[in-house]
């Protein structure tokens, strides 16, 4: 029995233009309307996911920055979880030394150096706001909920997140969140604590939680649920670590899964 269900945001719940389709919305409405309560992670920052508060009728705490920032629909804060000090300096230095631009994420604030960088315009439209353009990042090393390295070199993204995690080991948590995207957070900032804090929250053993996802850094929730969900869209890394697999997030994934895996629709 299916109690909670747990979703990633971008490639998972909303289609690649960003948008939620009516039938994904419509399959939050029947979890609701089966006492199913439905949360969201992303590495987004809270703002970047208030836009889905009102049309997904949201109640519970939404995980931004992988778990580094959790919020009630609101946007009041929770818990947050930041990058210890000492590392954000050698952590930023490591991302440009594969040649990724890095930025910073602190409070609400999304710092960038360069504004006509990689995916920065893409961002803004998915976010609905526009970054803090700094000239450096040095002397901004202090609550960092998260450090952001961009390269539509997806190979050296993911030399780089090996890399981190060589370095840093369990001072933090390393792992991509998109094809271009490595997110560094604080080690207990990733989507298997998200999943933990809301089975404590809501007094659900793990077994009783489904989690949907698409990215390597959603298989850490996978590990901490009794029905994990992989997107069509996912690497086959990804799809190997999910007990079930759903279409992609264009051809209605998020409510094929809802529907055919959790609420048992359409089966014999």
Same mark, same amino acid.
């Given at each position: 029995?299916? @109690?909670? =269900?747990?979703?990633?945001?971008? $490639?998972?719940?909303? /289609?690649? &233009?960003?948008?939620?389709?009516? /039938? #994904?919305?419509?399959?939050?409405?029947?979890?609701? !309307? *089966?006492?199913? *309560?439905?949360?969201?992670?992303?590495?987004?920052?809270? @703002?970047?996911?208030?836009?889905?508060?009102?049309?997904?009728?949201?109640?519970?705490?939404?995980? *931004?920055?992988?778990?580094?920032?959790? +919020?009630?629909? &609101?946007?009041? =804060? +929770?818990?947050?979880?930041?990058?210890? &000090? $000492?590392?954000?300096?050698?952590?930023?230095?490591l991302i440009e030394s594969f040649e990724l !631009?890095?930025?910073?994420? @602190?409070?609400?604030?999304?710092?960038? +150096? %360069?504004?006509d960088g990689p995916h920065v315009a893409r961002e803004a439209h998915t976010v609905q706001f526009?970054?803090?353009?700094?000239?450096?990042? %040095?002397?901004?090393?202090?609550?960092?909920a998260k450090i952001v390295g961009? #390269? %539509?070199?997806?190979?050296?993204? !993911?030399? *780089?997140?090996?890399?981190?995690?060589?370095?840093?080991?369990?001072?933090v948590s390393a792992s991509r969140s998109q094809p271009y995207y490595l997110d560094i957070t604080h080690p207990l900032a990733n989507k298997g604590a998200v999943a933990r804090f809301l089975s404590a929250r809501y007094g659900i053993p793990p077994e009783e939680i489904a989690t949907i996802g698409d990215m390597p850094n959603d298989v850490l929730m996978f590990a901490h649920s009794g029905l994990s969900i992989a997107m069509g869209n996912a690497d086959r890394e990804v799809q190997r670590a999910a007990r079930r697999v759903t279409t992609s997030n264009d051809d209605e994934g998020f409510a094929n899964a809802v529907e055919r895996f959790i609420l048992g629709e359409g089966s014999s």
């Open positions: 029995m299916i @109690r909670l =269900v747990l979703s990633d945001v971008d $490639g998972t719940l909303v /289609r690649s &233009d960003k948008s939620l389709s009516e /039938r #994904s919305i419509a399959a939050v409405q029947k979890l609701y !309307a *089966a006492g199913i *309560a439905f949360a969201v992670t992303s590495g987004r920052p809270p @703002r970047g996911m208030s836009m889905l508060v009102e049309p997904l009728a949201l109640e519970s705490p939404i995980a *931004a920055f992988n778990g580094g920032l959790i +919020v009630e629909p &609101d946007l009041s =804060v +929770v818990e947050e979880r930041v990058v210890p &000090d $000492g590392l954000v300096a050698r952590a930023v230095e !631009a890095a930025w910073l994420y @602190r409070g609400s604030d999304w710092l960038v +150096v %360069d504004p526009e970054p803090t353009v700094v000239e450096s990042f %040095d002397g901004l090393e202090s609550d960092i961009v #390269s %539509d070199d997806h190979g050296a993204v !993911a030399a *780089a997140a090996t890399a981190a995690n060589d370095e840093f080991g369990d001072r």
